[in-house]
């Protein structure tokens, strides 16, 4: 398998390399691996669209079904580690979740799915909350997960999954790209960090009307 660096694949793709190298960090260029403080991709690796604009083929640049109250559904994963540790830890970990895993908590997956850290070999329940919770969110797509307990890093990466459903009780500070659409509850459907803050605004105004 032939690898590129970051420059190289940005002379190929039109994108900057610092760009490139964000996307390979967010777990978002299969088969990317990291050296040192090098990222080497795939040479035959696609370019993935840039989740911040629309494309030709939608409308949309990508839509995040948020949820605030746990009583409409029956399917939430309420305690992240207890459901990573049961079932989500059984699952196959593919390419991308690896690099997710090495960004987010730095632990390289190795072949037999035990993790490498700097403090020595330890078991995928050794994951931290967050990447467990980021994990349960990509692996069970018919989920709704949790996010309380995630950090930016994790939130801006799960924003950046087109369909992924989460379960958010009060409002946290990361980054949402200006073209992501946000669909809160089923039913109000807002733009970007600017419409996800106004969303919260409105939704304080009415739990302390409500006395709630």
Not at 4 to 22: D, L, Q
Not at 165 to 173: A, E, G, I, K, V
Not at 190 to 208: C, D, H, I, L, P
């Amino acid at each position: 398998m032939e690898y590129y660096t970051t420059v190289e694949m940005s002379e190929k793709w039109g994108i900057t390399a610092r760009r490139i190298g964000t996307l390979c960090a967010k777990g978002r260029i299969g088969g990317a691996i990291k050296k040192g403080k090098t990222w080497l991709i795939p040479s035959d690796a696609l370019r993935p669209a840039d989740a911040r604009y629309k494309n030709k083929d939608s409308e949309v640049a990508g839509m995040i079904y948020l949820y605030t109250d746990t009583k409409a559904k029956k399917d939430f994963i309420l305690s992240n580690d207890q459901y990573f540790n049961l079932y989500t830890s059984n699952k196959a970990i593919g390419e991308n979740e690896k690099n997710a895993i090495l960004d987010i908590d730095h632990a390289k997956v190795t072949d037999d799915n035990h993790i490498e850290t700097k403090y020595g070999v330890g078991v995928l329940r050794n994951l931290s909350s967050g990447c467990k919770t980021y994990l349960n969110a990509v692996l069970n797509p018919e989920k709704i997960v949790s996010v309380s307990e995630c950090g930016a890093n994790v939130l801006s990466r799960l924003f950046l999954i087109d369909g992924i459903r989460l379960y958010m009780d009060f409002p946290q500070t990361f980054e949402i790209a200006d073209g992501t659409q946000i669909c809160f509850n089923d039913r109000d459907i807002v733009t970007g960090r600017n419409g996800f803050e106004q969303w919260w605004s409105k939704e304080y105004a009415r739990r302390e009307e409500d006395d709630l």
